[in-house]
């Protein structure tokens, strides 16, 4: 059983930065794909970037690509999203998520092991 919790977010301009840590605890983190899902007031939870097991494939949706970098530390088991350039759609509680299959992460069909979120809130 693996227990994932975030922490680092809180409220930031517009603009501004923020990074996000997920660690892990429970299992063998290097077995698992881990990934970033959002969810915004009113809307569905949503895919944000997903990291293979060693961190050689990464895998963004379009509306963060070349602002948000995923990366992962398997000696600390940790995860992280450095988020730069926040804008105000960005504002969403942010979850960490790990899988067996790094696929079931970027196609959003499953997760094991989820976290229970950490809000994000972006003011102009």
């Known amino acids: 059983q693996v227990q994932l919790a975030e922490s680092g977010g809180g409220l930031v301009q517009a603009g501004g930065s923020l990074r996000l840590s997920c660690a892990a605890s429970g299992g063998t983190f290097g077995d698992y794909a881990l990934g970033w899902f959002r969810q915004a007031p009113g809307k569905e939870r949503r895919l944000v970037a997903v990291v293979s097991w060693n961190g050689a494939n990464r895998y963004y949706v379009d509306s963060v690509k070349g602002r948000f970098t995923i990366s992962r530390d398997n000696q600390k088991n940790t995860m992280f999203l450095q988020m730069n350039n926040l804008n105000l759609e960005d504002t969403a509680v942010y979850y960490c998520?790990?899988?067996?299959?790094?696929?079931?992460?970027?196609?959003?069909?499953?997760?094991?092991?989820w976290g229970r979120g950490t809000q994000v809130t972006v003011s102009s």
């Open positions: 998520a790990a899988s067996n299959l790094y696929t079931s992460l970027v196609e959003g069909i499953r997760a094991d092991y």
